[in-house]
C-alpha cells in the first residue's frame, strides 16, 4: 500500500491497527420459562420453587433498572413504561408501579449493605 503526501511516496509493509477500548452495554429482553418439578400427594399440589432472584413476572435485573431509574434518574412512571416498552419487554403501569411500591427488602438490604461498607472504608468518615 503506497501513500502519496506533497509528491512524496511512501510504502506501508502490512496493515497497520489502532488499539481501541470500547465499553458497550447490551439490553435484551430474555423470556424464560421455568419447568418447576411438581409432585401430587394426598390433596396437595407441591411444586419446586424457582430460581432465586425471580420474584413474579420479572427477574432481579429489571427490578434493579426500574428502580434506579425511578429514584436516581428521577424517570417518571409512564416514561419507565415506554422505555421498557421499547426494548421489548410487555410491562403495564400498574406492573411497573408494584415494583417500585414498598416490600423491595431484598434491594434495601443492599443498599444498606453498600452504604455500611463504604462508611466504613472511607477515610473522611469521622467516628
Not at 18 to 28: N, S, V
Not at 61 to 80: D, K, N
Not at 90 to 114: H, Y
Request: one cysteine or more.
Amino acid at each position: 500500500m503506497a501513500i502519496r503526501d506533497r509528491g512524496r511516496s511512501y510504502l506501508i509493509c502490512g496493515p497497520l491497527f489502532d488499539r481501541l477500548l470500547a465499553e458497550i452495554l447490551l439490553i435484551a429482553a430474555i423470556a424464560a420459562a421455568f419447568a418447576a418439578a411438581a409432585g401430587i400427594t394426598v390433596m396437595l399440589l407441591v411444586t419446586a420453587p424457582l430460581p432465586a432472584g425471580i420474584d413474579g413476572h420479572f427477574g432481579p435485573e429489571l427490578r434493579r433498572l426500574v428502580l434506579a431509574q425511578y429514584h436516581q434518574g428521577q424517570m417518571t412512571v409512564p416514561r419507565l413504561v415506554t422505555l421498557l416498552r421499547s426494548l421489548g419487554i410487555f410491562i403495564s403501569k400498574r406492573q411497573v408501579v408494584r415494583l417500585l411500591n414498598p416490600g423491595q427488602g431484598d434491594f434495601l438490604a443492599e443498599a444498606r449493605e453498600v452504604l455500611r461498607a463504604g462508611l466504613s472504608s472511607a477515610d473522611w468518615i469521622h467516628s
